[in-house]
């Protein structure tokens, strides 16, 4: 081939290449950006549960000085507030994810019935006020909820948003042919009923004490989805899960590519007025490394999910950190099934000698910067948690002292304790997060030092939650410690995991009491909490769930583990939930 | 060579059948996708059987495979956990051009969720391969016709560094240089993420300026092995009799050069360009999850994380009808080349 064919064949490659870049989308237009309606005031929420230990409150980045103005008319620019998320929405339908990634837009374009505040009290959003016992709005034997909604509510295409929308969501969450994410709680209603277009009424079948944390997280449009699931049988294939193109929030869906980015618009029918943003862009940037990276140079105006070791390095970048406690406490669980694992465990004197053995407070200072604390209980940071509990101090002395009260001694000179011919050695799982494995290393040095050999296992997260049928190590009780961090049903603090009948086996292979623990008396207290409807009677009972935790080390809790917000100095009015994380974004506003 | 073509693609059916089931096989025990569906808490036991039995997660791997070959609309499913099957399936299978809906975004099509990112890995690595071509031809050709000089051993130095430097550092290296340091000194910098500014939108500029550290990162460390690789078997052809009898006829140098020597030299190459690009389709895994480009290798990756057969194997079966396709067209373009070479 000559050199002009060869020059024409690279040429046609590169023409090639350019034919295949996609059309340029329109950019957004420059808004001129006028001041916004005045916002309705939402009328004031009722009574909230008061926190006992109120958890720190979240601090707003401090404005920055404003820019001068300058003489020439510089041409309106639109307010674009770009976030930078690791992960991207798998669906943007409320009913059909429970990926946190796109779970916190629902604030943005959709809406809960009532959102969580920064001290995560409970603030209506759809609904006149927050229902209670005093108000009428609970009933006196705890089954029906009663719900007032707002006269002025309508989705983004203008429709009123009435009680038909929530019945519509809730038929579509039970619905059989919807493959949805979760029907919980909506299987335990009974009935539910619209007197009036804009007053709901659901009965439970039992008392359901979890109702504030749990029901109506997000709603569907009945105009806009009915047709589909009349038409297709199922909305498991609905367009609209991926573009939801009518809201109920201060923004409204525009564009999603996939891998790339998502935006939302300001929604001009919002009730509570137009929101001070034009645009949120969310840009998908799985690596952490380069999310701080768009961060530092400005690309990104609000991060999340930051590693503890990350933040000095922000802070100098002069990004604001702000701290969201959403129930997420790190801990080791036990394995405590009566014919599996470690029979050592079985002795209480046995995890207690590890809870004083092990100096969380040191890992807390040096492998998480003394940025969190140490956690004592798995509700840490909610009001639920008996406020005498602290966390076990480190004394390896005492460790020692239990261990040889237990009977466990090295009677074979081996540095490892044993106790009729079995040998003090455990395996400790976890993810193959490097902060746990760090842990994990400190642990195993530190338990070594009282005579407890610890091998460590590491597996990715997909493998490591995965359940008893699928053969999930700690689902099938593989292992004698593992540590991971989760939440009850936050802000509620219902949880399965140390129920009886939770515990997993042939028969129930899918099973979340992975401890294998069945505890009358903490079985019995969990069955009352679940139909305590009033708020301090059921304080009273979580006093006693966690002290009884606490005393027999049913879980041992490492650090807090709130989510990190990492926010760029020109982002305003910026407050983070723990539950509802953007609950205020209609307030956000950017500095030009 | 009609009839080698067709005997290769016959040939390539059994292979494609072995393939798939292996692959089918090995990511039913890459995790379970109902585990957290990506969320921060383990799935409730109740909605796990659930999902189990909506998504067909629940029959045994030789049934999955079935329906993932052939369908399920000739059979039907129980939906509402009563034990009695009622609702047809809605499945065609692969072999009738369904490759299944994703399970992570749920309800899209597989074709439909690599379909949106094919265009983009093959913005990105075309253009990179193109570079490294370009590229590693002038140094390589330039390279063997001057051997051990001081641009040789300087360009050499180069490609070994390159080489041997992991790709995630160069790309993390050259972000925090020209990207975030570059701002901070006042010069004028390149953009860290994605493929366009917002406030701009997605214009062609605006790609090709976001496409730059990327495609530097992907070429830096390929344009070595190409480069060294010509410069070998120019070396090599450059010392044949055929060439001093063209010096010796008197012919241009250009002309020795790149009609004589280089076609003659390119044989091996067009085998290392014809395995590598089937290969391209899968993007680059770890530029692309860097430097946030939604292309292939990314998606790749999430959807693995995440225990999306469908995807996955949507996407594995992509490259590989793709490595059997690019190698005929190689043994073509071989014949081509060198017309000693015949098929039969």
Known sequence: ??????????????????????????????????????????????????????????????????????????????????????????????????????????????????????????????????PSMDNGGVSADGKVITLKLRDDIVWSDGTPITAEDFIFTYKMTIEPKNAVATTHPYDKIAKIEAPDPKTLVTTFTDPFAPWLGTLWKGIVPAHILQPVFDKDGTLDNAEWNRTPTVGCGPFVFKEWESGSFARFVANTNYWRGRPKLDEIFFRFVPDDASQIAAIKSGEGDLGTFFAYSDVPDLEKAGVTMLKAYSGYNEGIYFNMHPTKGHPALKDQNVRLAIAYATDRASIVKDLLLGLTGVAATYWDNTPYVDPSIKPYPYDPQKAKDLLDEAGWIDSNGDDVRDKDGVELVLKYGTTTREIRKDTQAVIQQQLAAVGIKVELLNYDSDTYFNSYGAGGPAATFQLDMYEYSTSPNFPDPDTGEWLCNNIPSDELPSGNNWAGLCDPTLDQLFQDEMVQVDFNTRQQTFYKITKYIFDQVYFLGIWHDPDLWGVNERLLNVKVSGATPLYNIWEWDLTQ | MTRYIIRRLIQAIPLLFIISAVLFVLMQNMGDPIATLGGRMVTRPADRQRLARQLGLDKPIYVQYLYWLIGNDWAKTDL??????????????????????????????????????????????????????????????????????????????????????????????????????????????????????????????????????????????????????????????????????????????????????????SLPIVTIVGLELPLLLGGAVVTERIFAWPGMGRLFLDHLERSDTPVVMGILMLIAVAVIVFQIITDVVYAWLDPRIRYH
């Open chain 1, 1 to 130: 081939m000559s050199a002009k064919k060869w020059c024409f064949t690279l040429m046609l490659l590169v023409t090639l290449v350019v034919a295949s870049c996609k059309p340029a989308t329109t950019p957004p237009p420059a808004v001129q950006h006028t001041t916004a309606p005045e916002a309705t005031k939402p009328p004031e929420p009722t009574k909230a549960p008061e926190a006992t230990t109120a958890p720190e409150p979240t601090k707003a980045p401090e404005p920055t000085k404003p820019p001068e103005p300058t003489t020439t008319p510089v041409p309106a620019q639109a307010k674009i507030a770009t976030f930078i998320w690791t992960q991207e929405f798998d669906t943007l339908n409320p009913l059909y994810t429970n990926m946190w990634f796109s779970a916190t837009t629902f604030q943005i374009w959709n809406c809960y019935a009532w959102d969580f505040d920064d001290q995560n009290n409970p603030v209506p959003v759809l609904i006149k006020e927050i």
């Open chain 2, 80 to 265: 509402d956990g009563d034990g009695i099957p009622e609702t047809q399936g809605t499945r065609h299978g692969v072999l009738r051009g369904d490759f299944g809906t994703s399970l992570v975004n749920r309800g899209v099509p597989v074709v439909q969720v690599i379909a949106d990112r094919l265009p983009n890995t093959l913005i990105l690595m075309l253009t990179a391969e193109v570079v490294i071509i370009v590229g590693s031809l002038l140094v390589g050709v330039y390279s063997a016709l001057r051997q051990y000089s001081l641009v040789d051993n300087f360009v050499t130095a180069v490609s070994f560094i390159g080489y041997s430097m992991p790709i995630f550092f160069i790309a993390l290296m050259t972000m925090y240089i020209f990207s975030v340091n570059f701002k901070k000194w006042g010069l004028p910098y390149l953009p860290t993420v994605g493929m366009f500014d917002p406030n701009v939108g997605e214009t062609f500029p605006q790609v090709v300026w976001h496409m730059i550290l990327p495609v530097f990162s992907i070429s830096f460390i390929s344009y070595a092995a190409y480069s060294r690789y010509i410069r070998s078997t120019m070396l090599e052809v450059l010392s044949q009799d055929y060439i001093r009898t063209a010096k010796a006829k008197g012919l241009p140098k250009r002309e020795i050069t790149f009609i004589h020597a280089l076609k003659n030299a």
